[in-house]
Nanobody, 124 residues
Framework: QVRLMESGGGLVQFGGSLRLSCAAS????????IGWFRQAPGKDREGVAC????????IYGNSVKGRFAISRDNAKNTVYLQLNNLKPEDTAVYYC?????????????????WGQGTQVVVSS
């Protein structure tokens, strides 16, 4: 059974940092492109970052460029999202997603597997 489990969310102050993890079971992540998405209350889900199997040139959403960093540790079957210089507008539920592909997948509808999400709240 394929499962993605996010962790690392929480309450953080403006300007703070968090590291989100996405641990996979039932699939070898080194064959999968990975994306992080987020959904704020009352808003559509948006893409945050995505990475290919080779980790070459990840893509970031405009609102998080220069502050967030996606990485992967295939040996641990885990993908990470480092969140730095957090702002209240980063408050959302963060989801990781996976799909069988070597290259980057930027669109939500390109992903086959999704985690349950982890809540990030940034206080001002």
């Amino acid at each position: 059974q394929v499962r993605l489990m996010e962790s690392g969310g929480g309450l953080v102050q403006f300007g703070g940092s968090l590291r989100l993890s996405c641990a996979a079971s039932g699939l070898p992540l080194d064959n999968y492109a990975i994306g992080w998405f987020r959904q704020a209350p009352g808003k559509d889900r948006e893409g945050v970052a995505c990475i290919s199997t080779s980790e070459v040139r990840p893509i970031y959403g405009n609102s998080v460029k220069g502050r967030f960093a996606i990485s992967r540790d295939n040996a641990k079957n885990t993908v990470y999202l480092q969140l730095n210089n957090l702002k209240p507008e980063d408050t959302a539920v963060y989801y990781c997603a996976a799909t069988v592909a070597t290259s980057i997948r930027a669109r939500e509808d390109e992903y086959d597997y999704w985690g349950q999400g982890t809540q990030v709240v940034v206080s001002s």
